[in-house]
């Protein structure tokens, strides 16, 4: 990026830190500037890839509600079948 802004052999030195932002040459500046579009490229695949995981993760989630929403009409069934089938020969209503 700005190899095509700055001439192919700008080597300015200085030992004024300020001079180039608390760089010593152009140089650094620029290899600063790599790394640190480096660091980002890293980071922005990072977050990808957990967004990625993070929407996985979501539909997994969705897939298990629907087996837990079974789950609780089995419950409820079994319950009501208890209540009227076998608690119902308990209290007499079917004894021989």
Same mark, same amino acid.
């Given at each position: 990026?700005? &190899?095509?802004?700055?001439?192919? &052999?700008?080597?300015?030195?200085?030992?004024?830190?300020? %001079?180039?932002?608390?760089?010593?040459?152009?140089?650094? %500046?620029?290899?600063?500037?790599?790394?640190?579009?480096?660091?980002?490229?890293?980071?922005?695949?990072?977050?990808?890839?957990?967004?990625?995981?993070?929407?996985?993760?979501? %539909?997994?989630?969705?897939?298990?509600?629907?087996?837990? &929403?079974?789950?609780?009409?089995?419950?409820?069934?079994?319950?009501?079948?208890?209540?009227?089938?076998?608690?119902?020969?308990?209290?007499?209503?079917?004894?021989?």
């Amino acid at each position: 990026m700005l &190899n095509k802004i700055l001439p192919a &052999n700008s080597i300015t030195e200085t030992t004024d830190g300020s %001079a180039y932002g608390g760089y010593t040459s152009l140089e650094d %500046a620029v290899d600063q500037i790599k790394s640190l579009e480096l660091q980002l490229e890293q980071a922005q695949t990072a977050s990808a890839a957990k967004e990625e995981e993070l929407d996985q993760l979501k %539909a997994e989630v969705l897939r298990l509600k629907e087996f837990e &929403n079974q789950q609780v009409e089995f419950q409820r069934i079994q319950k009501e079948f208890y209540d009227e089938v076998v608690y119902s020969i308990r209290t007499g209503c079917g004894r021989i």
